[in-house]
């Protein structure tokens, strides 16, 4: 079974600052990981994705990710943040090789980026 | 180019009571799906369709049915609402069952009482 782990619920850093949000995972096989970020009161949408290559994945808005296969984790990083970047950011998972199930994306339960300015 | 849409925004319902909640996509996406969101929990799956004229059990299907009208629309429906079924309801889509990257629509917000 698929799983992702988003250890930190709530996380404050101050206008300028870089930030990072934690994601680990856990699959059998080789994971295809996933961004999205919701704004207040709207679906999620999509930031960036690692399936294969490079470990660090660049995206929108600035954010990129490093695939880390040793941690099992894919942290999400931004070099200077900003107050519009405030938003509940969800870190997903699939595993491609997982038969049936492997359409399906799972979830982390989100984490609450605050960016004070 | 709307993407996405669902409706009814809002709901609130009774016990017992049933409602379908509409989703259509616009971008020609084979694959489309129902999550719901619950505060702490993240999205979890309901149900998904890969393609038109298949659907499949998602994490949390109990209670709920869906019908893939057409290659559009998904409709997400509830026989006899319950109150643990009050959360926000989304809507997504993506080109092909597995495809990387899902579309989600702005979701319903439901509660049952």
């Known amino acids: 079974a698929q799983s992702v782990a988003q250890p930190e619920d709530q996380v404050n850093v101050a206008e300028g600052n870089p930030l990072t949000v934690k994601c680990t995972y856990s699959?059998?096989?080789?994971?295809?990981l996933f961004w999205y970020v919701q704004y207040p009161n709207r679906g999620l949408q999509f930031l960036l994705k690692?399936?294969?290559?490079?470990?660090l994945v660049k995206g929108s808005y600035g954010f990129e990710a490093e695939f880390n296969k040793s941690q099992t984790s894919f942290h999400l990083k931004k070099p200077s943040a900003l107050v519009s970047d405030s938003a509940l950011y969800f870190c997903?998972?699939?595993?491609?090789?997982?038969?049936?199930?492997?359409?399906?994306?799972?979830f982390g339960k989100g984490t609450k980026l605050s960016v004070i300015p | 180019n709307a993407g996405v849409t669902q409706t009814p925004k809002f709901q609130v319902l009774k016990t017992g009571q049933s409602m379908t909640l509409q989703c259509a996509q616009d971008?020609?996406?084979?694959?489309m799906y129902w999550y719901r969101q619950d505060p702490g929990m993240g999205l979890r799956l309901i149900y998904y369709?890969?393609?038109?004229?298949?659907?499949d059990k998602g994490e949390v299907p109990n209670g709920y049915n869906v019908s893939r009208l057409n290659k559009r629309e998904f409709s997400l429906r509830l026989e006899s609402a319950a109150p643990s079924q009050t959360s926000v309801y989304f809507c997504?889509?993506?080109?092909?069952?597995?495809?990387?990257?899902?579309?989600f629509g702005p979701g319903t917000r439901l509660l049952v009482l």
């Open positions: 971008m020609n996406h084979n694959s």
């Open positions: 690692y399936i294969t290559g490079d470990n």
């Open positions: 699959v059998s096989g080789n994971p295809y």
């Open positions: 997504a889509s993506s080109e092909a069952p597995g495809a990387e990257t899902q579309y």
């Open positions: 369709s890969a393609s038109e004229g298949t659907t």
């Open positions: 997903a998972v699939r595993d491609p090789h997982s038969g049936a199930g492997s359409y399906q994306l799972t």
